[in-house]
């Protein structure tokens, strides 16, 4: 199981910027997921995350700035960042609970990251 984001980059604050990230493998479900981001010198920490059936849950400083959303047919999720502040600037991770096969075939549960985005919101 692989997960690749992408996305990010520079923006000003205030400024809208949007990340997604794509899981692929021998998927059997794709159950949650989610996006976390780590600043400098700062512990790892939810940003928000998304059920299977598209139940929706934010950290309290993102909440109506941030929107997660998914494409399960695409076995991507989103993230919509709006009104960037600078406080926003970190590498995001996306983050999926996963059920899939094994190299010999038989089924496991696990979650798995992504490799990290960088957004820096600053002029």
């Known amino acids: 199981v692989q997960l690749q984001a992408s996305g990010g980059g520079l923006v000003q604050p205030g400024g809208s910027l949007s990340v997604s990230c794509v899981v692929s493998?021998?998927?059997?479900?794709?159950?949650?997921m989610g996006w976390y981001r780590q600043a400098p010198g700062k512990q790892r920490e939810l940003v928000a995350s998304?059920?299977?059936?598209?139940?929706?849950n934010y950290a309290d400083s993102v909440k109506g700035r941030f929107t997660i959303s998914r494409d399960n047919a695409k076995k991507t999720v989103y993230l919509q960042m709006n009104a960037l502040k600078a406080e926003d600037t970190a590498v995001y991770y996306c983050k999926a609970d996963v059920n899939s096969y094994n190299s010999v075939g038989e089924m496991e549960a696990g979650y798995y990251w992504g490799q990290g985005t960088q957004v820096t919101v600053s002029s």
């Open positions: 493998g021998r998927l059997i479900r794709i159950n949650d």
């Open positions: 998304i059920t299977s059936g598209g139940n929706s």
